[in-house]
């Protein structure tokens, strides 16, 4: 158990050196800020939708190790995929960091996102994780291109 821990954190510490996707996108078709004032993470997200399917994401913004992380993973597992299936994501990846330690949802439909569930043990923390996928809600309500909804 104390090796998967090991684990995780190395993954996040990884994603906080080497933020992936960090960079502004011009051609973007829609964007979204995010701002934890808890923690002071401020994020822009850039999202790139072409009939539906995520062709493009990036973020940019400063914020904590978990805040960046958790935005660079995202970006990482959200791009290539539909907008309808980044929803069931977004919504389990906030019921696993929101349930009781001892009731953990089935985690593997998050993949590696799953490294974040010992955000559940700093309450103050879960926001840092959650802002970036707020930020994506938001980004895709502000979208003018149709969303498939298959
Ligand atoms: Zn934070």
Known sequence: MSDLRDLYQQTILDHT???RNKHEMPDATSTADGHNRLCGDK???FLKVNAGIIE??????????ISTA???MMTEALKG???AEAQPLFELFHT?????MDQEPDLEAL???AVFSGVREFPVRVKCATLPWHTLQAAIKNQDAPV???
């Open 81 to 83: 995929k539909s907008v």
């Open 148 to 150: 498939t909804t298959e």
């Open 17 to 19: 050196r080497k933020p």
């Open 96 to 100: 696993m960091l929101t349930s009781p």
């Open 111 to 113: 993949n590696k996102l």
């Open 43 to 45: 994020i822009r997200l």
């Open 70 to 72: 958790s935005a660079s």
């Open 56 to 65: 493009d994401i990036s973020f940019t913004g400063n914020g904590c190790a």
